[in-house]
């Protein structure tokens, strides 16, 4: 692994804008754009994003001279699709899937300093570190999710009830974004080492986004045999997968766009086509 892997996936590779008023009721899946305002016709969020939107990536950071690493183009993209490039960008960085970690708190902290952002963090372990969860990620531009275990992810995630805040903060236009681990807990499921050295399917990630997701597609040789066998088998429906430094745009649950950090990478798209899987490369649009 070279220093540039390392410094962008060390610790993934196991894988406010005033008062907002809250939603009293969970909101109910949205199977695209236009239902955002039958889900939520009697709330005014101060949001940036008019459509529900999430981002899910393999990237996000790249080295630095003085820090461990610094943000890339994925992570600033995210922040300027939540239209918050005219003020002081407001980011919360979710740490669970690595146990909160705290020394890489303090260095997405710096990074975020570095870039001109608000960085916070929302903590789980060892109790919330915010007395008011979804109030505070409600005031957020972007909530960005960092790699590790996607399986501790989602089983401390329900336990909080955060799948349902993630869910209501989602419809009310506070852009999704993650990395890893970050980018799988937003769809149906995937590839995961959670569980050990060898790579299994995950297959209760929270949903948001209707497809299976394959992330460091191109870096980790078990990911795409995998994908392909878990779509053929039926364990895994369409699967969407990113290479390293690529993300996938969804506006709603429709996918939007694919971009990327670094020339020549990939986006795909895996179905199954009788009892095998198809795979289609998407192009990228390559982020200054």
């Keep these: 692994m070279d220093t540039a892997r390392v410094a962008v996936i060390f610790s993934m590779k196991a894988e406010g804008v005033g008062a907002v008023p809250k939603v009293a009721a969970p909101i109910p899946p949205l199977s695209s754009p236009a239902l955002v305002s039958e889900a939520i016709p009697h709330i005014l969020f101060d949001m940036a994003t008019d459509v529900p939107t999430i981002l899910a990536t393999s990237g996000g950071y790249r080295e630095h001279d003085r820090l461990r690493f610094q943000f890339a183009g994925l992570l600033h993209y ?127 990630g929270l949903g948001f986004l209707p497809y299976g997701n394959g992330v460091h597609y191109d870096s980790e040789d078990r990911r795409r045999p995998l994908v392909h066998r878990l779509v053929a088998d039926g364990t895994l429906g369409t699967t969407h997968c990113t290479d390293d430094g690529v993300g996938m745009l969804y506006r709603g649950t429709e996918f939007v766009e694919a971009v990327s950090e670094q020339a020549g990478k990939g986006a795909y798209i895996v179905c199954r086509e009788g009892d095998s899987a198809a795979e289609e490369r998407l192009e990228t649009r390559l982020l200054r």
């Design 78 to 204: 995210a922040v300027d699709l939540s239209g918050a490039s005219a003020g002081v960008p407001k980011v919360c960085n979710v740490g669970t899937a690595s146990g909160d970690d705290p020394r890489f708190q303090m260095e997405m902290s710096e990074a975020g300093r570095l870039a001109g952002f608000n960085l916070t963090h929302l903590s789980l372990f060892s109790m919330p570190n915010l007395d008011d969860i979804e109030g505070h990620l409600m005031a957020q531009d972007v909530v960005w999710v960092n790699g590790g275990s996607v399986a501790n992810l989602l089983a401390v995630w329900r336990v909080h009830g955060l799948d349902e805040i993630l869910r209501r903060v989602w419809a009310a236009g506070v852009l999704l974004a993650g990395v890893s681990a970050g980018s799988i807990c937003w769809f149906d499921g995937g590839t995961t080492d959670s569980f050990g050295p060898e790579l299994q399917a995950v297959t209760n």
